[in-house]
């Protein structure tokens, strides 16, 4: 995840610098500089190696980048995502507008799921949770073009031997038709599709579903979804198997978080274990792994096969987690609770997209610079959340959107939080609402304040020339680099 200035305030200066230190370790490091005649050269060397072999001259040559893209560097050093905790991680995949989305898709490609179901034995909510948390649904499948990214990638810094095979099997998928160039584009590390295949992994397991002689995994839903049921077939699905469920551990209880060590249902009965809700553990799982995300104190789950095919996705347990918990929900056709039925072991849940996207509105409200409001919080919407605290008082000034903080920029956690459906117009904010008031402590709040009370201060006194400048007010934008500036706001122009 982008005026002049006027003034800028000591006691925000230090609050600023505290904020960017503290935020050194965690920030995105720098874009490196690529040299392109290094980059050049690794190409001509690349197009005759062994990894090249089946790739005509005509369609590396066609498709052979013009520079390198530093930004992928960027993106293979700093993966903030594997730094969050589970509760974080988890709000933001599985929240009620996902369920429903997935509740939709589910019914809106009912026939073709069905079949998807009979060919290749795998459970249709299993499949939709894998679209839903790799590409919501088809709704967010990467921008990023993959012959820059990958020829990057095999040229520079770590990984460059895998790279090169990714960078060669992305040019085969073209050369063998199956999907357009311009569809080209995914993540940084080049998976893509509406179920975001690697390239090697594409010419593996993808299918033509929909029997047009071409495996279009980018415009086709039944092929993306019929090789996803393939995929996760060749890991060792397991046909009318739970992926596992939600236990409750008995007073008392100690064990290591291991769900590779799979022991038998009635071994884990045997132990005390029961279901969540304290029923008896069902027979359905021919074993099952103990898996505790976060320690004995939050949610316990007995994890079977289907639950290591999720993992082979994509290797995070917390990332399986998220497809298994979104998949259940589907099934139960019920948005209107998405927490398990133990809380995570935090006073300071994580928040869903919405709520992240109330957040960004605020901080925009406030006068932060932040760019969009996409629910998304990125590196700007991070370093906002800091100075908001540090500015306010708030500690640990750490950059965190989480229930505290939404509370506390929002208001109290018992009132309706903004509706966050009306962006878009020009001054970035719902056009029924108002920037919120300032903290009384508050100095560049208060300055703005003083600006737009005093009449002749900034050409705010209604004129005959100026008929609408009565209504003049001034926006405090706080840019990502820490320099304050105010933003004349014309609410009668």
């Known amino acids: 995840m982008r005026l002049t200035p006027v003034s800028t305030l000591s006691l925000l200066s230090l609050a600023v610098g505290l904020s960017f230190a503290s935020t050194a370790q965690a920030a995105k ?20 190696s062994s990894k090249f072999r089946g790739v005509d001259s005509s369609t590396f040559n066609n498709y052979r980048p013009s520079q390198p893209d530093p930004s992928v560097i960027q993106s293979l050093n700093y993966q903030p995502e594997f730094q969050k905790d589970v509760w974080d991680y988890l709000s933001s995949l599985v929240d009620k507008e996902r369920v429903e989305d997935g509740i939709r898709a589910k019914r809106q490609w009912a026939d073709t799921l069905r079949q998807i179901e009979s060919r290749y034995g795998v459970k249709a909510e299993h499949v939709l949770g894998v679209w839903g948390v790799e590409s919501n649904f088809g709704q967010t499948l990467g921008k990023k073009p993959l012959f820059e990214s990958l020829a990057t990638l095999s040229c520079f810094d770590r990984r460059q031997s895998y790279f090169q095979g990714e960078y060669a099997n992305a040019l085969k998928i073209v050369q063998n038709g199956d999907i357009a160039p311009s569809d080209m584009t995914g993540s940084w590390a080049g998976a893509f599709g509406q179920t975001q295949f690697m390239p090697s992994t594409f010419l593996e397991l993808a299918v033509d579903f929909d029997g ?14 019929a090789s996803t049921a393939n995929f996760l077939d060749k890991r ?7 992926w596992g469920y939600e236990v409750k551990l008995p007073s008392g209880f100690w064990a290591a978080s291991d769900r590779k060590n799979k022991k038998s249902i009635s071994h884990w009965r045997n132990q005390g274990i029961t279901l969540a809700n304290g029923s008896p553990l069902p027979n359905d799982l021919s074993s099952a792994g103990l898996l505790l995300p ?27 987690l998220a497809i298994a918990h979104l998949s259940d929900l589907i099934t139960k056709e019920d948005s209107s609770k998405t927490d398990f039925v ?45 100075q908001y605290q540090s500015s306010h ?24 939080a903004p509706k966050s459906t009306q962006y878009g117009n020009q001054y970035g904010q719902p056009s029924n609402s108002q920037p919120l008031n300032p903290a009384s402590a508050d100095r560049m709040g208060q300055l703005i304040q003083q600006q737009t009370s005093t009449p002749n ?5 209604p004129s005959a020339q100026s008929p609408t400048s009565g209504n003049t007010r001034y926006r405090r934008v706080i840019g990502s680099d820490g320099v304050v500036k105010l933003v004349r706001v014309d609410e009668g122009s």
Do not use: H
């Open 457 to 461: 201060t900034y050409s705010t006194q």
């Open 294 to 320: 976060a320690g004995k104190d939050g949610p316990a789950f007995l994890v079977g096969k289907n639950f290591d095919t999720f993992y082979s996705y994509n290797a995070s347990e917390n990332y399986a």
């Open 29 to 48: 490091p720098p874009a490196p500089d690529l040299s392109n005649a290094e980059f050049q050269q690794c190409l001509d060397g690349l197009k005759n």
């Open 236 to 242: 060792g699905y397991r046909t009318g198997e739970p």
């Open 212 to 225: 047009d002689g071409r495996r279009d995994l980018v415009n086709s839903v039944p092929d993306a979804l």
């Open 393 to 416: 008082g708030i500690l640990p000034a750490d950059g965190r959107a989480g229930q505290k903080f939404y509370r506390a920029i929002i208001g109290d956690a018992g009132n309706t």
């Open 342 to 386: 133990t809380a995570w072991p935090t006073d300071d849940p994580g928040i869903s997209r919405q709520q992240a996207k109330d957040i960004q509105q605020a901080l925009l409200n406030a006068g932060y610079d932040i760019g969009g409001v996409d629910g998304i919080i990125g590196d700007n919407t991070r370093i906002a959340i800091q």
